[in-house]
C-alpha cells in the first residue's frame, strides 16, 4: 500500500529557481493538504484542497501555488525560490465527510534548501 | 500566545515508566488531534478526540473540553516510542489544523 508519496525527498535550489513538488495519493481520499515544518516550530498549513479542481490558502499561501486536476495528485509550486522557503515539506490527505475517519495521512516529507 | 501549547518540550524516561503528555489550547474546536513523528522524520496519526478517551494498545488520549486540555498516556514506556509528540486542533467550522511545536520524548532502555 502506497499511501501518500512524495517527490522528491531531498532538492537543494538557487535562489530565484522554480520547482514543482510532487504528492500523490491512491487511497480515494478527497482532502489533500501541503504543511511546511520549520526547525522548532509546528506544522503551518500552505495550501488544501477539498476535492479535484478546488484548492484553498492556508496559513502561509505566499511563495507557492497548488493545483488539483485530479482527485490522486496535489502538486505545489515553487516560483522564485527564496532562502525563507527552507524547510521540511509534508503532504497529507484525509477522508472527509459523513461516516469518514477524519484521520490525515501524511507523505515521508521533501526536504528542501534554497542557497 | 500560541493557541495550541504543549508541555513538557522535552522529556527523558527510563523504559517501562508511565508517560503523560499534555496539550492546552484557547480556542473552540471540534476535533483534537495526536501525532508521532518519528526521528527519521515520518508523520503517523494515532488519535482525534472529539471528546471522552480513546484507547489503542499502550496508548491513551482524553480530552477535557470545558478545560481545552488533552493528555496522551503512554503505559509500560519502550525505547520505541522516542519520538516527536504532536497536538493539533481542528477548529469548528474550519478545514484546517493548528499545530503545537511537538514534544520530543526519549525513553532509555
Known amino acids: 500500500n502506497a499511501g501518500v508519496t512524495q517527490t522528491p525527498k531531498f532538492r537543494i535550489l538557487k535562489i530565484g529557481q522554480s520547482m514543482t513538488l510532487q504528492c500523490a495519493q491512491d487511497?480515494?481520499?478527497?482532502?489533500m493538504y501541503w504543511y511546511r515544518q520549520d526547525p522548532g516550530m509546528g506544522l503551518k498549513l500552505i495550501y488544501y484542497?477539498?476535492?479535484?479542481?478546488?484548492?484553498d490558502k492556508g496559513e502561509v499561501p505566499n511563495g507557492y501555488n497548488v493545483s488539483r486536476s485530479t482527485t490522486e495528485d496535489f502538486p505545489l509550486r515553487l516560483e522564485l525560490a527564496a532562502p525563507s522557503q527552507t524547510s521540511v515539506y509534508f503532504c497529507?490527505?484525509?477522508?472527509?465527510?459523513?461516516?469518514?475517519?477524519?484521520?490525515?495521512?501524511f507523505g515521508a516529507g521533501t526536504r528542501l534548501s534554497v542557497l | 500566545k500560541n493557541e495550541v501549547e504543549q508541555s513538557p518540550q522535552n522529556l527523558t524516561a527510563q523504559e517501562g515508566e508511565f508517560i503523560t503528555i499534555n496539550c492546552s489550547y484557547s480556542?473552540?474546536?471540534?476535533?483534537l488531534h495526536w501525532l508521532q513523528q518519528h526521528p527519521g522524520g515520518g508523520i503517523v496519526s494515532l488519535f482525534m478526540?472529539?471528546?471522552g478517551k480513546k484507547k489503542h494498545g499502550r496508548l491513551i488520549a482524553t480530552i477535557n473540553i470545558q478545560e481545552k486540555h488533552s493528555s496522551l498516556h503512554i503505559t509500560a514506556s519502550h525505547p520505541r516510542d522516542s519520538a516527536v509528540y504532536i497536538c493539533?486542533?481542528?477548529?469548528?467550522?474550519?478545514?484546517?489544523?493548528?499545530f503545537g511545536k511537538g514534544m520530543k520524548l526519549t525513553v532509555n532502555p
Open positions: 497529507a490527505s484525509s477522508e472527509r465527510g459523513v461516516g469518514a475517519k477524519n484521520i490525515q495521512y
Open positions: 487511497m480515494n481520499h478527497n482532502y
Open positions: 484542497s477539498v476535492g479535484a479542481g478546488i484548492t
Open positions: 480556542v473552540g474546536i471540534s476535533a
Open positions: 478526540l472529539s471528546s
Open positions: 493539533a486542533v481542528r477548529q469548528g467550522g474550519s478545514e484546517k489544523l493548528v
